[in-house]
C-alpha cells in the first residue's frame, strides 16, 4: 500500500476511528492509578492516528510522496538500481527510466528520472538532444510530477504536436532527506545543492544519455520551491543553463523550519542566492526567464514586478499570469505546456550526430 | 469571507474551541449506550482541529488564496494561432516545397549596397505553421568568394542549409541602420522564430554583425565569424555552426496572457 493510495487514507482514518472508540470504551473502565497512564496514552493514540491519517490524506490530495521512505524522509538514493530502470511507458512511445548520479564534485549521491521523447530509441537515435532539468516544490520528490502534474503525458503532447523539440527531461532529488528543504544552494558548511545540480546531474547525463553538451541546449524548469531553484541556478550558471521556467517561484531564498540556517549568517552567501539582489546589483546574465505565477498568488505579483522592472538585456524575462489557481496543482497542470513551448524556443535543438542535414 | 480572511480563521478557532470544551463539558454524560457519542465527539473535535489548523496554514503559505481557487479549474492556455504563408511568396516559388526558395527582398535597406537575399528553405513551405530558425549574414560591399561569401545576387547551393532561413546582406561602409529594422519585418511577413537568431560576419564586416548582437541581444546570439583571422574559412560551416545553436523549427506555441506591468505593482 502506498502512501499517495486511497486504501492508506481509508487505514488509517479507520484506524482514527478505532483509536477514537477505545478511548471512547475504555475511559471509565480503567481505575486506580492506571488511568494516569491509560487514558494519556490513550488521548496520545487518537492524537497520533488523527495526525498519521491528516498526512496521508495530504499526500493522497497532492502526490507529495511516493513511498513511505520517502514520506518517513528516508535517503532517497538508498536501494536504487545502478543500470536505468524503466518506469513507465506511455502510449506515445516515451518512458522514464530511473538512475543514480553519484555526484564526484558535490559528494551527494542521489536518485533522479529520466523522460525520454518517443523516438529516442529508433527515430531520433542520430541525434543528440537538448536537455530540461525539472525541479519539484517542497514539500515534493519527483513523484508529484509523474503524478499529480501529468508531466510524461503533457511532454508527449507537446513534442508530438511540435510545440516543443524532442528533449531529455531530468526529473533528480534535490535534497537526500524529504524532511529537509534545501532550496538547491549550496548551504554554508552543509550540502552542496548547487553543485549538485549543476556540475554533477549534467556531468552524469551527458555520460549516460544521448544529449547535447553544451549549455545553450540546456534548460531549467521548476514549480514553487524548484522555479525559485530554475531562476536562481540559471542566473548562476548561465554557461550550463541558456533558459529557465518558474511556475509560481519565489524570487528569493525562502529560509525557516524546513531549511535549517542554510547560510550560516553569510549575508553574501544569501545575496549571491537571492535572485532579486542579483538582478538588481550585478551584471545582467545571458538567460531566459519565464516567470508565471497565478493572477490571485499575491504575494509572488510583486516580486515579478520587481524582477521584470530591473531586468536588463542580455537577459530576457518573459511574464505569463493564469487566473484562479492560487498556488496549487491545478495551476501548475495549467502552466506547463506554455512553459514547456517557450522553453524549447529558448534551446538549441536537436543536433545530427554527423553534423545538419543539408 | 474569504478563504484566508483572519474573520474565518478566528471563527474556526471558536467553533474549535466550542468543540473541545462541549466535548470535555459532556463528557460525563455520555455513558452506557450513549459512549459512541464520545468517539463521535473525539473525531469531530480532531476534524475541527485539522480544519483550523489548514486554514492557518493556507494563510501562511497562500495556497488557496480565494475560494475560486479552491472551487474551480484555472483558465487553459490559449490555443495555438496558425500562421500562413504569405500568397504572394507561394505563388512566386510553385517548387518551394521541392527546392526552396532564395527570395530578393523588395526593398533595400538603410545601409545595405542592395536587396538583402533570404533564403527559404522546403521546409518553409511544406510546413507553414512552425517557425523557422534564422541566421543573418552580415557581409561587406567587396566580399566576394574569396572571403567566404557569395556573389551578386546568387548563393551557391552549398550555403543553402535545409534545417533553416538564412538573411542575407550586405552592408556598405555607413551605419547600417536597416540591420536593425530588418529583423522585425521579416518576422513580420515571414514565419520565422522572433528570437534565437545566428549571426555570420564576413571578414571586414565582422564588427558590423558583433554590434547587431550586442544592439539587439535578446534576438540575436553568438556571432560566428568567416574570413577573418581565427575565423572559419567557409561560410556552409558557419551556417551550420550558427544553425547548431539555434532553436529548430517549432510549431505555434501554446500561450498563456502576459502578466501587464502594473498586475506586479
Known amino acids: 500500500v502506498s502512501p499517495d493510495s486511497p486504501l492508506a487514507v481509508v487505514l488509517l482514518a479507520g484506524l482514527a476511528a478505532v483509536a477514537a472508540l477505545t478511548t471512547a470504551l475504555i475511559w471509565d473502565r480503567v481505575r486506580d492509578w492506571r488511568r494516569w497512564l491509560i487514558r494519556p496514552a490513550a488521548v496520545l493514540a487518537c492524537l497520533l492516528t488523527a495526525t498519521a491519517s491528516t498526512v496521508v490524506g495530504a499526500n493522497y490530495i497532492w502526490d507529495f510522496y511516493g513511498t513511505w521512505h520517502e514520506l518517513a524522509g528516508v535517503s532517497t538514493s538508498e536501494n536504487a538500481p545502478s543500470a536505468h530502470a524503466v518506469i513507465s511507458v506511455s502510449s506515445s512511445g516515451s518512458r522514464v527510466v530511473r538512475f543514480v548520479v553519484h555526484g564526484r564534485a558535490s559528494g551527494l549521491t542521489l536518485t533522479a528520472y529520466a523522460y525520454l521523447p518517443p523516438g529516442y530509441d529508433d527515430r531520433l537515435k542520430a541525434e543528440q538532444l537538448p536537455v530540461l532539468e525539472v525541479l519539484d516544490g517542497y514539500p515534493g520528490s519527483p513523484h508529484v510530477w509523474f503524478s499529480a502534474l501529468h508531466a510524461q503525458s503533457l511532454l508527449d503532447q507537446e513534442i508530438v504536436s511540435g510545440r516543443m523539440a524532442p528533449t531529455v527531461v531530468i526529473f533528480p532529488y534535490q535534497s537526500p532527506s524529504s524532511t529537509h528543504d534545501t532550496e538547491c544552494v549550496d ?55 541558456a533558459a529557465a521556467a518558474s511556475l509560481s517561484g519565489d524570487l528569493h531564498p525562502t529560509i525557516d523550519a524546513t531549511t535549517g540556517n542554510l547560510f550560516a549568517g553569510d549575508e553574501t552567501a544569501r545575496n549571491l542566492n537571492d535572485p532579486l539582489w542579483r538582478v538588481a ?56 505546456p506554455p512553459a514547456y513551448d517557450w522553453i524549447s524556443s529558448w534551446l538549441a535543438g536537436p543536433l545530427p550526430s554527423s553534423g545538419l542535414s543539408r | 469571507m474569504g478563504l484566508t480572511s483572519g474573520t474565518l480563521l478566528a471563527t474556526a478557532g471558536i467553533v474549535c474551541a466550542a468543540g473541545l470544551t462541549a466535548l470535555v463539558l459532556l463528557w460525563r454524560r455520555w455513558v452506557g449506550r450513549l459512549v459512541v457519542l464520545r468517539a463521535v465527539g473525539i473525531l469531530a473535535c480532531e476534524l475541527l482541529i485539522v480544519v483550523t489548523v489548514g486554514l492557518v496554514i493556507n494563510r501562511w503559505g497562500q495556497f488557496y488564496p480565494t475560494w475560486s481557487s479552491l472551487r474551480d479549474n484555472p483558465a487553459a492556455a490559449t490555443q495555438p494561432v496558425v500562421q500562413r504563408p504569405d500568397p504572394g511568396l507561394t505563388a512566386a516559388a510553385p517548387d518551394g516545397a521541392q527546392v526552396g526558395y532564395l527570395l530578393r527582398w523588395p526593398a533595400t535597406p538603410l545601409g545595405m549596397t542592395g536587396p538583402p537575399l533570404v533564403w527559404l528553405p522546403p521546409t518553409y513551405f511544406r510546413d507553414p505553421t512552425g517557425a523557422l530558425p534564422v541566421v543573418m549574414v552580415v557581409a561587406g560591399a567587396d566580399a566576394g568568394p574569396a572571403y567566404g561569401a557569395w556573389s551578386g545576387n546568387d548563393v551557391p547551393v552549398g550555403d543553402r542549409p535545409s534545417g533553416g532561413c538564412v538573411v542575407f546582406v550586405r552592408v556598405s561602409g555607413q551605419p547600417a541602420g536597416g540591420l536593425l529594422t530588418l529583423p522585425a519585418q521579416l518576422v513580420h511577413d515571414l514565419h520565422v522564430a522572433t528570437h534565437g537568431w545566428g549571426v555570420v560576419g564576413i571578414a571586414t564586416a565582422a564588427p558590423a554583425a558583433y554590434r547587431l548582437a550586442t544592439t539587439d541581444p535578446v534576438r540575436f546570439g553568438p556571432v560566428v565569424e568567416v574570413g577573418t583571422p581565427g575565423g572559419r574559412a567557409d561560410l556552409a560551416g558557419a551556417l551550420d555552426l550558427a544553425l547548431s545553436q539555434a532553436p529548430p523549427a517549432l510549431a505555434p506555441p501554446v500561450v498563456l496572457p502576459t502578466l501587464a506591468p502594473t498586475e506586479g505593482l
Open chain 1, 187 to 241: 548551504a554554508v558548511g552543509g550540502l552542496a545543492v548547487d553543485t549538485f545540480l549543476a556540475v554533477d546531474v549534467p556531468t552524469t547525463v551527458i555520460h549516460e544519455f544521448r544529449v547535447r553538451p553544451d549549455g545553450a541546449a540546456w534548460g531549467l524548469l521548476g514549480y514553487s520551491t524548484g522555479g525559485y531553484c530554475s531562476v536562481n541556478l540559471a542566473m548562476r550558471h548561465p554557461t550550463r543553463f
Open chain 1, 281 to 336: 546589483h550585478l551584471p545582467p546574465v545571458p538567460v531566459a526567464l519565464y516567470l508565471a505565477t497565478g493572477l490571485d498568488d499575491r504575494s509572488l505579483l510583486p516580486e515579478i514586478g520587481q524582477f521584470t522592472a530591473l531586468a536588463r538585456p542580455p537577459m530576457r524575462v518573459t511574464t505569463a499570469g493564469i487566473s484562479r489557481t492560487g498556488h496549487t496543482e491545478a495551476a501548475w497542470r495549467a502552466m506547463q
